[in-house]
């Protein structure tokens, strides 16, 4: 058995070889049914488990191998593999956090989550051992982060106002297009013939000068046809990709051409147009506030987690299925 140790500060200097390693050497190893359990990695003084990882990969690895095949497979099978390794040292250093700091969860508050959970169809169960424990460390893990990063995280109005200035586009309104249209189904599946026929002649009168409402109460099949075929005012977005690419470009009064839909045949006027609005600041605040709270949440929770990893020793291990044709691990050093 080979081993690389590597303190997790030094470990983002080297992270592409350390993947390497994790993918070619560790993984195959762990797909290994006749393996037996071992250790895999060291946080500080606790124990990481094969048996630790394949239980945590069991759902993902299920979910995988009904939506994928082949070399993709393996190729996500790998990532995943090293993505839950790399969760169960993170999860295992935030509990660690939790102990130091004398972070504790009450049974009764454990038993109040499981019930809670039951009611809402949570297949956890009070009597099993192993759920209480998941849970209790869930709660756990949820009160560690609330010490070191809800409580610490405040948002002022200059970042407000600084968030929406640079990102004034998501606070915008689509444009808006008020619209008629001469509609012209298809009778039978061999009827688009006739129905463009029937659109061209349309178009002629438009052409000639007739007025839209009258051309559009004389040939639409729509139920708006009577009303001069108005249809309102719609946003941008809300008509079907060929629609929308006909009037993007007309102009309050301009008429497009002949557009053919999964509805029928179509010609559409531009009545009027708003151009894109920006909703007030005073108006998109709260939304604001919930977007940058969030980001200084991440943000904050990343940094600690990596002030985490800095100050920690891990020590990964690797070990080669018996197999002379697999080339041998690399001893990586710092």
């Not at 797909?31 to 990481?48: F, G, K, M, P, T």
């Not at 619209?179 to 039978?188: H, K």
């Not at 249809?231 to 557009?259: C, F, M, T, Y």
Request: aromatic share 6%; hydrophobic share 40%; net charge neutral.
């Amino acid at each position: 058995m080979r081993r690389v140790s590597l303190r997790l500060d030094q470990l983002a200097r080297c992270a592409l070889p350390f993947t390497l390693l994790v993918t070619s050497i560790w993984l195959p190893a762990f797909s290994e049914a006749r393996l037996q359990d071992r250790i895999v990695a060291i946080v500080n003084s606790e124990l990481i488990m094969l048996s630790d990882v394949k239980r945590e990969f069991e759902t993902e690895q299920e979910r995988l191998s009904r939506e994928h095949h082949g070399t993709d497979l393996a190729r996500r099978l790998k990532t995943a593999e090293y993505m839950t390794l790399t969760k169960l040292i993170e999860r295992r250093l935030q509990l660690q956090e939790a102990k130091a700091k004398k972070v504790e969860v009450s049974d009764l508050e454990v038993k109040q989550a499981l019930e809670q959970m039951k009611r809402q169809g949570s297949p956890f169960n009070i009597a099993n051992a192993n759920d209480v424990q998941t849970v209790r460390e869930q709660l756990l893990l949820m009160r560690v982060v609330d010490l070191h990063i809800r409580g610490n995280v405040t948002v002022g109005d200059s970042e407000l106002k600084r968030f929406y200035q640079e990102h004034r586009d998501r606070f915008a309104l689509p444009e808006e297009y008020q619209l008629s249209q001469i509609i012209i189904q298809s009778r039978s599946p061999d009827g688009l013939a006739e129905a463009l026929t029937k659109a061209r002649l349309a178009m002629d009168d438009l052409k000639r000068g007739q007025k839209f409402e009258e051309v559009a109460m004389q040939y639409s099949d729509g139920a708006n046809a009577l009303q001069g075929g108005r249809l309102g005012w719609v946003r941008q977005g809300e008509l079907i990709p060929a629609i929308e690419q006909a009037v993007a470009h007309l102009v309050p009064g301009g008429i497009s051409n002949i557009i053919e839909g999964p509805e029928g045949v179509q010609i559409i006027r531009m009545d009027d147009r708003k151009p894109k609005q920006f909703r007030r600041y005073e108006d998109a605040r709260r939304e604001i506030q919930e977007l940058v709270y969030r980001q200084k949440n991440d943000d904050m929770y990343e940094s600690w987690l990596a002030d985490l990893k800095n100050k920690a020793y891990i020590e990964i291990k690797f070990e080669q299925v018996a197999d002379k044709t697999q080339p041998q691990p690399v001893r990586s050093t710092p």
